[in-house]
């Protein structure tokens, strides 16, 4: 059997900032409505968000500006880079900013991975100026630019629905920009701590071609980066950029389009290695990913660079969970990275069953070669619960399962 995944592709040519993937997003089918909506769920006033048709060099697009009190990133010297140190009169740490998401009413997934997008900037940014990721502040206009930015993208693609995402190694320009820690290089300290291990391309053009906020947003939506992938194409769309390169159209490309895939046995193994997380979280994080559609999560002990100790988590889930349970990783974890392979399964066909006892009604785990039943085993919680009702031992019931399971192991189980 065959299924179509939905896969669009982050043609980056000249670069990503948050509202020219914004506007691309918007351009190539998301619901500006839906997008809205998702803002409005944000205790977060004083901005304006403006989506307009425009053109650049004759490619039509969609522009999007972000004015916090009548002012857009990037004019009168605001900028969005982020500072360490105590907060300003009127900036945001970090902390507010993800307190203010979790108490929110955004929908889970749009919240969780807009934490996650959020929690790579601050990392990145605090690796940059020494500093915990939880001291990170962000001017007013930068902070709430970025906020609108980062949940309009991250709502706009949970409305387009796809299974992967693919993105253009990015452009790395060089120059300067000034912000209030003074003349600061480009590519930006904490754009290139977030762009670690992301294939990238050179640029000749003097400017800010990849800004932190579109780094990561990359970098979370990714499922892989690399050339234009296999796909029939469905639709195109471009977000604008206010600059003016001299060798290019200041525009990102999105293009949105479909994969044939075999569904039967096509799952992926999704994984990260962990040295930084309190041991107590691994079980919840567990308990959601199988909740939200893996089929198996396991963890392993492991020695990292430098001999530290750590985790490496697995995930075995379908193709198109992935970027699901990308982002639920990236929301309750550490992580900042993950990595993943396709993989091949073949598999039983599972049943749960009853079984007549000396107790009572058991059920019972089968699994089943067509019309072959090729192994059965009692349900581990069936007979804990058996075992409280009628006060035997759990091992009693356990084996009392087992003795009548192997008295005849071919035979049909009751429905």
């Not at 934490?115 to 007013?140: K, Y």
């Not at 985790?311 to 990783?329: D, F, H, K």
């Amino acid at each position: 059997m065959v299924d179509d995944l939905r896969v669009l592709y982050i043609d980056c040519f000249s670069g990503a900032a948050g509202d020219m993937l914004l506007g691309a997003l918007l351009h190539v089918g998301a619901s500006e409505e839906r997008v809205r909506e998702e803002l409005g769920r944000i205790d977060l006033e004083g901005w304006t968000l403006e989506a307009v048709p425009d053109a650049i060099q004759g490619i039509g697009g969609i522009n999007v500006s972000v004015r916090v009190g009548g002012i857009k990133e990037g004019e009168e010297g605001h900028h969005s880079h982020s500072h360490g140190g105590s907060a300003e009169p009127h900036g945001h740490s970090f902390r507010s900013i993800r307190t203010l998401l979790e108490r929110s009413s955004l929908t889970e997934a749009v919240r969780d991975r807009a934490i996650a997008v959020f929690t790579r900037m601050a990392e990145a940014e605090g690796q940059v100026h020494g500093v915990a990721a939880e001291d990170i502040h962000f001017h007013e206009v930068g902070a709430v630019d970025a906020i609108v930015d980062i949940v309009g993208c991250v709502a706009a693609l949970e409305d387009l629905g796809v299974d992967r995402v693919i993105s253009a190694p990015p452009p790395m320009a060089r120059g300067f920009v000034q912000c209030a820690h003074g003349s600061m290089p480009l590519p930006a300290p904490a754009t290139v701590l977030l762009l670690e291990g992301v294939p990238t391309v050179g640029a000749s053009i003097e400017g800010e071609l990849v800004t932190p906020t579109g780094a990561a947003l990359l970098t979370t939506f990714a499922d892989d980066f690399g050339p234009w992938p296999e796909m029939r194409v469905s639709r195109v769309g471009y977000g604008l950029g206010d600059r003016r390169w001299p060798d290019r159209p200041n525009l990102l490309r999105l293009v949105l389009g479909t994969q044939s895939v075999a569904s039967e046995g096509s799952e992926v193994i999704i994984e990260t290695n962990i040295d930084d997380m309190p041991a107590e979280w691994f079980p919840p994080l567990m308990e959601r990913l199988l909740r939200e559609g893996a089929d198996d999560v396991w963890m392993s002990s492991i020695q990292m660079k430098k001999g530290r100790p750590g985790t490496r988590l697995s995930v075995l889930a379908p193709l198109e969970a992935r970027s699901r349970l990308v982002a639920i990783i990236f929301g309750e974890s550490s992580a900042i990275g993950v990595r993943f392979h396709a993989v091949e399964r073949t598999k039983l066909v599972r049943r749960v069953e009853e079984i007549q006892t000396a107790h009572g009604m058991l059920a019972v785990k089968s699994a089943w070669d067509g019309d072959v039943r090729v192994h059965a085993a009692p349900e581990f919680e069936a007979c804990q619960q058996m075992a409280q009702e009628t006060g035997l031992p759990l091992k009693v019931i356990y084996r009392e399962a087992e003795r009548v399971l192997a008295e005849d192991p071919w035979k049909e189980l009751e429905e």
